[in-house]
């Protein structure tokens, strides 16, 4: 079993920065690929970026291409996002979930794609 904890989340001004952080349980980290997804109110959990076993490949949500960048630590089994640029729609939850199979296409994208999902960190950004 996966356990993941976010946190970093916060209120911030537009135009700020904020890293996020995703601490997972286990000595099986490196063998998951990583995700982060956000949810606003209203709406459905979207897809935000995404990284590979080894840190080498990374896919973003166009709304977040060139503003966020996901990393990841696996002598820590650690995961960020480092959010520049933060827009008042970039105001949602998010969370951070491992997926411990081979994603085929653009199933990355999907949240049923994940196996283990955080609680979620609340970011709020002011305009």
């Known amino acids: 079993q996966v356990q993941l904890v976010e946190s970093g989340g916060g209120l911030v001004q537009a135009g700020g920065s904020l890293r996020l952080s995703c601490a997972a349980s286990g000595r099986t980290f490196s063998s998951h690929a990583m995700g982060w997804f956000r949810q606003a109110p209203g709406k459905e959990r979207e897809f935000v970026a995404r990284i590979s076993r080894s840190g080498g490949t990374t896919y973003y949500a166009d709304s977040v291409k060139g503003r966020f960048t996901i990393s990841r630590d696996n002598a820590k089994n650690t995961v960020y996002l480092q959010m520049n640029s933060l827009k008042s729609e970039d105001t949602a939850v998010y969370y951070c979930?491992?997926?411990?199979?081979?994603?085929?296409?653009?199933?990355?994208?999907?949240?049923?794609?994940?196996?283990?999902w955080g609680q979620g960190t609340q970011v709020t950004v002011s305009s």
């Open positions: 979930a491992a997926d411990p199979r081979i994603a085929i296409g653009s199933t990355y994208r999907n949240p049923p794609q994940y196996a283990y």
